[in-house]
């Protein structure tokens, strides 16, 4: 059974820089496309960033595009999330997901597995 946990969340200033990880625990993460979404208090889920996983082609949502970049370290089975030129919009609980399908989405919908979050909060 594949379990997500993610870590790195914290305080940042604006402008500043954070990566999260999502390390994942009983089953390569090679064989799952692998998404990062988050979410603030009455809003819906966000897919911001996925990785699909052959031939790890990536998808950016416009409000991360030049930001945010997603990778894959296969021997630490672990995927990152680097976050950089934070702004206090990108305030969220940040997840981790993953999906068996090759093809890589934003749809949370597609994602069967998640992590259980972690807090971003971007202020001064």
């Known amino acids: 059974q594949l379990q997500l946990v993610e870590s790195g969340g914290g305080l940042v200033q604006p402008g500043g820089s954070l990566r999260l990880s999502c390390a994942a625990s009983?089953?390569?993460?090679?064989?799952?496309?692998i998404g990062w979404f988050r979410q603030v208090p009455g809003k819906e889920r966000e897919g911001i960033l996925c990785?699909?996983?052959?031939?790890?082609?990536?998808t950016y949502a416009d409000s991360v595009k030049g930001r945010f970049t997603i990778s894959r370290d296969r021997a630490e089975n672990t995927v990152y999330l680097q976050m950089n030129s934070l702004k206090a919009e990108d305030t969220a609980v940040y997840y981790c997901?993953?999906?068996?399908?090759?093809?890589?989405?934003?749809?949370?919908?597609?994602?069967?597995?998640w992590g259980q979050g972690t807090q971003v909060t971007v202020s001064s």
């Open positions: 997901a993953a999906t068996t399908s090759s093809i890589c989405r934003l749809s949370p919908t597609l994602y069967g597995y």
């Open positions: 009983g089953v390569t993460l090679d064989y799952y496309s």
């Open positions: 990785i699909s996983r052959f031939s790890s082609s990536r």
